[in-house]
C-alpha cells in the first residue's frame, strides 16, 4: 500500500472530528438539521485548521445518500466519491490558478444543469477565492446572488480582507480559529497510539507550539520527527536533528549572563554555535527564553504559553533578573534579530548582544532615571530653603494720605523689610553641602547619589504617573526655580 502522509490520512470526515472549531461544527449542523441550507458559504481563517476539511464534510453532509444529514456515513458511494475527489457534483476549484473571467463564465454555464448522480446538490468549492481577479468577482455576483436551487458555492480562503464586500454580503461568513497547543498535543498523542510510536509528552508539545496553531503543520512536522526517530519521539534526538538549543543550555547561558560571567558566557555560546545551531535559529529560541521568563516574573505559570514547566527555568536567574531587566534584554534580542539581516558578521552581533546581557543587572531603565532626578531636585530644592532663611511677612500697604501721596509712599517703602539672602560665602553651596558653582559639580553630586543607592542590585521600581522624560526633568531642573535661586550665580 503507498505511503500517505497523516495530513490526509487523518482529515476530519465529520464534524464532530473538527478539532478546534466548535461554533462552526455546531452552527452547520443545526442548519443542517432545521433544512436551512445557504448557498453560498464563506469559510476564512489562517492555513491548516480546517476550512477545505469543513467544506467536504459539508458536502458529504448535503449529498450522502441517507441525507441530507449532519453526520454523514462514509460508506456510500456519494461519500466516498467526495472523499477522494471523483465525484461529479462536487466541483472543487483552485482560486489561485483560475483567476479569470472565462473561467468563472465556464462555471455559469455550469449551474444551468442539474446534478448528475445524486440529484440532490451541485456544491462548488473554491479555495483560495481572493486570488480571483475583480473582474472574476464581478462575474460570480449574479449567479451567487441568485443560483438554482441545488446549487451551493463554499468558499474558503486565508485572506478575508481581499474578498469584496460584494461577495461577503451574498455568502454565511464562518470564521476559523487557531487551534490550541494542548488539543494539538492530545491529537498527536492519539496519533502516536494509531501508529505504535512512543513519544515523550515534552516532545509533542514542542510539536505543537512549533505548528502555531495549525493541525497540518503539526501533521507534517510530525511525519518529518518520526522519520529519524525510529518509533521512540525523544525531545534530544529533535534538538539534535533540527539544530535546536534545549532549555538546559539557555539555562546555563542565563545564568552566566545574570553573573557578569562574559567570558563564560561567551565560550558557552561558542559551543552552542559549533553544535550546529544556526545564529538565526538561536537568536529565535533565546527571545523564546525571555519571554518566558518574563511570563514567570510576571506570574503566568501556564505551561502552554511558557513553553516548559515553571520548575525546569533557572531560578538563579528569575532571582537576579527582575522584570525591567528582563523587559530590556528582550529588547535586545529582538533588536539584534533585525540587525543580522544586514550586518557584516551575524556573529559579531550576536556576540555583542551575548556582552550586553551579562551587564544586564546594572542597567538603568528610564522611569528608574527619572525617579532619582526627582529626588535629586528634591533634595537640592530642600537645601536652598534652608539656605535662604526664614521670610517674613509683609506688612499691609498704607494708604497714602490726601496731603501728599509721594511722602505716604516713601513711608510705605521705609516701613518694608528686606528678606535676609544667604552670606556672600554661601551662595555657592546649598544646605547640604551642594556646590554648584563649579563646572560638572552637578553631574558628580548626581553620580555620587545614584552610587549611594546601589545601581547594580536596583530591584524594579515602581511606575511612575510622571510623562516627563529624564532629560526634560533635567532641563527643568536647569531652567526651573533651582537655576534662578541663590545657589547659582547669575
Same mark, same amino acid.
Given at each position: 500500500m503507498a505511503y500517505e502522509v497523516t495530513a490526509t490520512r487523518r482529515r476530519p470526515k465529520s464534524f464532530d472530528e473538527l478539532a478546534g472549531q466548535e461554533f462552526v461544527a455546531a452552527t452547520l449542523k443545526k442548519s443542517i438539521e432545521t433544512g436551512h441550507i445557504a448557498h453560498a458559504y464563506l469559510f476564512s481563517g489562517p492555513r491548516g485548521c480546517g476550512k477545505t476539511s469543513a467544506a467536504r464534510i459539508l458536502a458529504r453532509?448535503?449529498?450522502?445518500?441517507?441525507?441530507?444529514?449532519?453526520?454523514?456515513?462514509?460508506?456510500?458511494?456519494?461519500?466516498?466519491?467526495?472523499?477522494?475527489?471523483?465525484?461529479?457534483?462536487?466541483?472543487?476549484?483552485?482560486?489561485?490558478?483560475?483567476?479569470?473571467?472565462?473561467?468563472?463564465?465556464?462555471?455559469?454555464?455550469?449551474?444551468?444543469?442539474?446534478?448528475?448522480?445524486?440529484?440532490?446538490?451541485?456544491?462548488?468549492?473554491?479555495?483560495?477565492?481572493?486570488?480571483?481577479?475583480?473582474?472574476?468577482?464581478?462575474?460570480?455576483?449574479?449567479?451567487?446572488?441568485?443560483?438554482?436551487?441545488?446549487?451551493?458555492?463554499?468558499?474558503?480562503?486565508?485572506?478575508?480582507?481581499?474578498?469584496?464586500?460584494?461577495?461577503?454580503?451574498?455568502?454565511?461568513?464562518?470564521?476559523?480559529?487557531?487551534?490550541?497547543?494542548?488539543?494539538?498535543?492530545?491529537?498527536?498523542?492519539?496519533?502516536?497510539?494509531?501508529? @505504535?510510536?512512543?513519544?515523550?509528552?515534552?516532545?509533542?508539545?514542542?510539536?505543537?507550539?512549533?505548528?502555531?496553531?495549525?493541525?497540518?503543520?503539526?501533521?507534517?512536522?510530525?511525519?518529518?520527527?518520526?522519520?529519524?526517530?525510529? @518509533?521512540?519521539?525523544?525531545?534530544?534526538?529533535?534538538?539534535?536533528?533540527?539544530?535546536?538549543? @534545549?532549555?538546559?543550555?539557555?539555562?546555563?547561558?542565563?545564568?552566566?549572563?545574570?553573573?557578569?560571567?562574559?567570558?563564560?558566557?561567551?565560550?558557552?555560546?561558542?559551543?552552542?554555535?559549533?553544535?550546529?545551531?544556526?545564529?538565526?535559529?538561536?537568536?529565535?529560541?533565546?527571545?523564546?527564553?525571555?519571554?518566558?521568563?518574563?511570563?514567570?516574573?510576571?506570574?503566568?505559570?501556564?505551561?502552554?504559553?511558557? @513553553?516548559?514547566?515553571?520548575?525546569?527555568?533557572?531560578?538563579?536567574?528569575?532571582?537576579?533578573?527582575?522584570?525591567?531587566?528582563?523587559?530590556?534584554?528582550?529588547?535586545i534580542i529582538l533588536s539584534l534579530y533585525r540587525d543580522i539581516r544586514y550586518s557584516l558578521s551575524p556573529r559579531y552581533e550576536l556576540e555583542t548582544a551575548v556582552s550586553k546581557l551579562c551587564w544586564l543587572d546594572k542597567w538603568i531603565s528610564p522611569v528608574e532615571l527619572s525617579s532619582a532626578v526627582i529626588s535629586l531636585r528634591n533634595s537640592i530644592l530642600s537645601g536652598k530653603t534652608a539656605a535662604m532663611g526664614p521670610v517674613a511677612a509683609e506688612p499691609p500697604a498704607t494708604e497714602p494720605s490726601a496731603g501728599g501721596s509721594a511722602a505716604g509712599e516713601r513711608s510705605a517703602g521705609d516701613n518694608a523689610r528686606v528678606v535676609p539672602g544667604p552670606a556672600a560665602g554661601d551662595a555657592k553651596k546649598s544646605g547640604d553641602g551642594l556646590d554648584l558653582s563649579a563646572p560638572g559639580s552637578f553631574a558628580a553630586e548626581f553620580r555620587k547619589m545614584m552610587a549611594a543607592r546601589g545601581t547594580s542590585a536596583l530591584s524594579a521600581p515602581e511606575r511612575s504617573d510622571t510623562r516627563e522624560s529624564p532629560l526634560e526633568l533635567v532641563r527643568q531642573m536647569f531652567r526651573g526655580t533651582i537655576v534662578s535661586g541663590p545657589l547659582v550665580k547669575s
Open positions: 453532509s448535503l449529498n450522502c445518500e441517507k441525507g441530507p444529514t449532519a453526520a454523514p456515513c462514509g460508506v456510500c458511494s456519494s461519500c466516498r466519491e467526495i472523499s477522494k475527489g471523483t465525484s461529479l457534483d462536487v466541483i472543487e476549484i483552485d482560486g489561485a490558478s483560475n483567476t479569470s473571467v472565462n473561467d468563472v463564465r465556464q462555471i455559469r454555464e455550469e449551474v444551468l444543469f442539474p446534478p448528475a448522480q445524486s440529484g440532490r446538490r451541485k456544491i462548488y468549492i473554491i479555495d483560495e477565492v481572493h486570488m480571483l481577479s475583480n473582474s472574476a468577482f464581478n462575474a460570480l455576483l449574479k449567479t451567487i446572488e441568485e443560483p438554482p436551487p441545488y446549487i451551493v458555492f463554499i468558499f474558503a480562503t486565508t485572506e478575508l480582507h481581499e474578498v469584496p464586500a460584494t461577495i461577503k454580503s451574498r455568502c454565511q461568513q464562518f470564521a476559523f480559529r487557531l487551534i490550541a497547543i494542548e488539543t494539538i498535543r492530545d491529537i498527536l498523542k492519539d496519533t502516536c497510539a494509531e501508529m @505504535g510510536i512512543q513519544a515523550e509528552d515534552e516532545a509533542l508539545f514542542w510539536i505543537a507550539k512549533e505548528s502555531t496553531g495549525s493541525l497540518r503543520d503539526a501533521y507534517t512536522l510530525f511525519d518529518q520527527v518520526v522519520s529519524f526517530s525510529d @518509533g521512540n519521539i525523544r525531545t534530544a534526538a529533535i534538538r539534535e536533528k533540527l539544530g535546536l538549543v @534545549g532549555l538546559d543550555m539557555l539555562n546555563a547561558l542565563a545564568e552566566a549572563c545574570a553573573a557578569n560571567d562574559s567570558a563564560g558566557a561567551l565560550t558557552l555560546m561558542d559551543s552552542i554555535l559549533e553544535s550546529g545551531v544556526a545564529i538565526e535559529q538561536f537568536v529565535i529560541d533565546l527571545a523564546g527564553y525571555c519571554r518566558s521568563l518574563l511570563l514567570l516574573k510576571s506570574g503566568v505559570v501556564r505551561e502552554s504559553l511558557l @513553553g516548559y514547566s515553571p520548575d525546569r527555568f533557572s531560578a538563579p536567574v528569575l532571582e537576579r533578573w527582575d522584570e525591567v531587566h528582563i523587559e530590556q534584554g528582550l529588547s
